[in-house]
């Protein structure tokens, strides 16, 4: 069984990388990925029952936090009602997306910007290192680089420290990062393509 | 034409680098990467003291090059499973995408079968935490609050949301990893995580974890690469200060 499960897998990822290559594989190429997206639908209604499962286990058992789990339920139960009355953009749907997880998202992305304060604040209890000290540094200038303030911008700063900061050094940076995660990336594609990295088909006994 | 010479060259090196792995006997030099080597105490006190470990694989699309970074997080989730198979608690492991969630049940599952303790699998260990930026972020947060987690490790793709994970395992005192490819979460987790993984680490997590031959291999791969790669650089920039290109 496992054997099969590293065939069918080597298989499909050879022909489609064959396909970026080899136009005469272009069709096997789409129908294989026509299948992917059809096989990522399932797995989300599968992944949906996961969630409703845990929650459900977690009701049964009267776990801590309970509480949230039945709203949990009662909401994707309800939504699911709604979005089989009507269409994705009709009017129910549309409605609880800006009513509920519009603000919900937006209270969250405020809690993360005090929470990125509070972050900045014991950076240098856990790390007193230069480096720690720099960082600070970069955050305040670009902020005060950015920040609207009553007179207007910070002179020298908005005009030049911060442009020259955020297009030299950290472009600079972010490219030699993303260079690095890129090498990452296809060397642990290829391990997964050659099966030597196996994250499907049981263990090895 | 390029892009196939180079990806044979990849491969190439791959696997005869993966195959000289595995016959050598002694462990080959890696620079220390003090993320890693916390990791390893914290998931033995973990064991010893009868936690958890909460290890989350990101919310990367199973159709997206960023499952690259969720599937290093599956290649050391095997070895973790084996390692922690004694312990009282079995870990839990939470994804952000259902497709990723299963993956990660089956790999729990094959973990448990390694080490020989197939009846400690528990398939509820294995959980889809939500879905989306905030809702993934929103289901992993009382895990870490409610199931006695003491060290937390995330490798895999997650974006700003990152710091609300690592402010919940904060605020529980476990020690936490946070290796994520995303360059804003970097950013974060240098901020704000006791133990941040930077850049490419965040694939090298399986060398350093005794994930196998095959993940020691990818490293040295990616250092030759790289080496090919600043080569090629500077000789594009000194042939382009000469007026050559």
Known sequence: MRALAVLIAVSVGLVTLAGYFLPVQVPFLNLILSWALIMAGTATFIGVFNLISMHGLKITRREKGSGYSVFLILAVFSTFALGLSSSPTGVPLTFLFNAIILPTQTSLMAVLAITLLYSAIRLLRYRPTMMSIVFLISVIVILLGYVTLPFGDVPIISTWIRPWVMQVLAVGGARGLLLGIALGTLVTGLRVLFAVDRPYGGGNK | ?245
Not at chain 2, 16 to 32: E, P, W
Not at chain 2, 76 to 92: A, F, G, Q, W, Y
Not at chain 2, 212 to 233: F, K, M, N, P
């Open chain 2, 1 to 245: 034409m390029m892009e196939l010479l180079i990806l044979g060259l990849c491969s190439f090196l791959l696997l005869v680098i993966t195959i000289f792995k595995r016959r050598q006997k002694k462990q080959s030099y890696k620079r220390v990467i003090p993320a890693f080597d916390n990791l390893k105490r914290a998931i033995g006190l973990s064991v010893e003291d009868g936690t958890r470990l909460h290890v989350s694989i990101g919310r990367a699309d199973l159709l997206d090059s960023k499952m690259m970074s969720a599937m290093a997080g599956l290649g050391i989730l095997r070895s973790l499973v084996e390692r922690t198979s004694v312990s009282d608690k079995p870990p839990i492991v939470t994804a952000g995408d259902s497709a990723l969630a299963m993956l990660a049940q089956d790999t729990l599952q094959a973990g448990y079968e390694d080490a020989g303790a197939e009846d400690l699998y528990r398939a509820s260990t294995g959980r889809l935490s939500g879905m989306g930026q905030f809702g993934y972020a929103a289901g992993v947060m009382p895990i870490i609050r409610d199931e006695n987690v003491s060290a937390s490790l995330l490798i895999g793709h997650s974006g700003v949301e990152t710091a609300l994970l690592i402010d919940a395992a904060e605020r529980e005192n476990a020690f936490n990893v946070f290796a994520s490819d995303d360059l804003a979460a970097q950013a974060i987790s240098y901020a704000a995580a006791q133990e941040p993984v930077l850049g490419e680490d965040v694939f090298a997590a399986g060398a350093y974890l005794g994930a196998g031959a095959s993940h020691e291999a990818s490293i040295t791969v990616q250092d030759i690469l790289r080496w090919l790669l600043i080569a090629g650089l500077i000789t594009g920039a000194a042939l382009k200060f000469v007026g050559v290109i």
